[in-house]
């Protein structure tokens, strides 16, 4: 079984060694883990898709790259959403009749996935961060560029266009630059979303860390205040015990003390016949 921030998932090892079933909430973690892959992999694919969206010549055409980049941020956010209900819902899989030895894995390993995918989402959210400064910082370069060749005018008749002596090459790079930053904001929009939406996950895997937190620095204490007493029963174990053979060696000595009278009260009889 794979280990979760060094907590071992292992049923048999964590829970006791016996021959009843797992719980039924390690198959949760399974599916989450295997979410949490397809992540890592589907982030590892964005990448190459901004790299390769970034390195591209301006004026090429970039609309099924740009699909794809749009699918694959899609693809991740709902992978994340779904891993933040699937931990949320792990608890609610455990046996109601549970051990408090398996109560305090489960929270462990669900405060280990949360803090897992909070990183994870941290990851992402500076990688989208990072695309759109760099986005932006292109579209800049490029709008500098087209405003010193192509001199741009504000809303007015196409024909003003001609008038003014554009030549039809011309006009085409203002045509294709205005639906280039059409497209742009398009994409500005859609990364902005998805960085809203992982801030809201942030704060849910943040606040059920904190919860998961709370609920096993309860544990611990009622594990410390435990401790406590069954050493303080120990103590006074030993004191009875102490205390019992104290009491033997009384009566001991008090039948030995009896027995010497007995036999003082017998020797004074024989003599005084």
């Not at 699937?86 to 489960?106: G, N």
């Not at 490029?142 to 003003?160: A, I, R, Y």
């Not at 003014?164 to 994409?187: A, I, K, P, Y």
Request: aromatic residues 4%; hydrophobic residues 35%; charged residues 30%.
């Amino acid at each position: 079984m794979a280990l979760v921030s060094g907590i071992s998932l292992d049923p048999e090892a964590a829970i006791g060694v016996t021959k009843r079933s797992p719980p039924k909430w390690v198959d949760g973690v399974d599916e989450i883990q295997y979410d949490v892959g397809r992540i890592k992999q589907k982030m590892k694919e964005l990448a190459s898709l901004h790299d390769q969206h970034l390195n591209r010549p301006t004026l090429d055409d970039s609309s099924e790259q740009e699909h794809a980049i749009e699918i694959t941020t899609q693809e991740i956010t709902q992978l994340f959403h779904r891993c933040q209900r699937a931990v949320q819902a792990l608890p609610s899989r455990a046996r109601r009749a549970c051990s408090e030895q398996e109560e305090r894995l489960l929270r462990n390993v669900v405060a280990s996935l949360a803090q897992a995918l909070q990183e994870l989402s941290t990851s992402f959210r500076r990688a989208q961060s990072g695309y759109l400064k760099r986005m932006k910082n292109r579209e800049e370069r490029s709008q500098h560029f087209f405003d010193t060749s192509v001199p741009l005018m504000d809303d007015g008749d196409d024909n003003t266009l001609y008038d003014r002596g554009f030549t039809d090459d011309q006009l085409v790079l203002v045509e294709q630059n205005t639906l280039m930053v059409e497209e742009r904001e398009r994409e500005i929009r859609q990364i902005v979303q998805s960085i809203s939406d992982l801030n809201e996950i942030f704060r849910d895997l943040g606040a059920m860390i904190v919860e998961q937190g709370t609920v096993l620095d309860r544990i611990d204490y009622n594990v410390e205040q435990s401790c406590i007493k069954t050493e303080d029963g120990l103590k006074q174990l030993h004191k009875a015990e102490q205390y019992q053979k104290k009491n033997r060696k009384m009566l001991v000595i008090l039948i030995l003390f009896v027995i010497i009278i007995v036999l003082i009260v017998v020797l004074i009889g024989v003599k005084s016949r």
